[in-house]
């Protein structure tokens, strides 16, 4: 996404959309469908894409997916965009790592994939807290839709992740019509890290299949 990791930053100013940017990627690629997966917010990215690209859609892999529309989030006392509006971007990322409750489990069970995770959060330019971001969302959002997917959906989620993204995984697992869900136990946010062989045992399971 762009922002992240080696991808562009956004133009200021100027409107995009994180599905069209994937859709622009498999058609330069050749590509004229897939099997998307996606994890956390990526998760909701693949949901959208779906949704707007359906032909292009042959099943859908969601790990402890975010979803467009929902709005029932845990409270919680750290604003990254305020703190880098005070203190700047490094501080912001720096607050993160240190309050994450995710990456302080792996710190204490799975040291060496606390450290990529770390990794992963500094290496984030935090273009998106300092800036108004205009990436267009799905409209009207992906929890209102989710009955239109038809494609096989597999829905992972780690044991020890919130209670938000378990909620979410229930909603998905509910709406979408050919769906199964998994939990993998003894992981959190992030399965495919934490868990890779067993990750990759249920993906590949999945898509045997389908």
């Not at 949704?51 to 750290?78: C, H, M, N, R």
């Not at 965009?81 to 990322?93: H, L, M, P, S, Y």
């Not at 995984?169 to 934490?194: T, Y």
């Amino acid at each position: 996404m762009r922002g992240f990791g080696k991808s562009a930053l956004p133009i200021v100013g100027k409107e995009y959309s994180h599905t069209e940017d994937l859709k622009a990627l498999l058609n330069q690629l050749g590509i004229d469908y897939a099997y998307v997966i996606g994890s956390s917010m990526g998760g909701r990215i693949a949901l959208d894409f779906a949704l707007e690209y359906p032909e292009v859609t042959k099943a859908l892999i969601l790990a402890d997916s975010s979803l467009g529309g929902f709005q029932d989030w845990s409270k919680t006392d750290f604003d990254p965009d305020e703190e880098a509006k005070e203190k700047g971007v490094e501080a912001a990322k720096d607050l993160m790592m240190k309050t994450n409750p995710n990456i302080l489990r792996l710190a204490r069970e799975k040291p060496d994939v606390a450290v990529r995770a770390k990794q992963m959060i500094s290496e984030y330019s935090g273009w998106h807290f300092v800036n108004t971001d205009l990436c267009r969302s799905l409209d009207p959002p992906a929890i209102g839709r989710l009955r239109e997917i038809r494609v096989p959906t597999l829905i992972i989620v780690g044991e020890c992740d919130s209670s938000d993204f378990h909620r979410i995984a229930d909603i998905l697992n509910k709406k979408i019509q050919n769906s199964k869900r998994m939990i993998l136990k003894g992981v959190g946010h992030v399965p495919n890290m934490e868990a890779p062989r067993e990750f990759n045992e249920a993906v590949l399971g999945f898509l045997v299949n389908v």
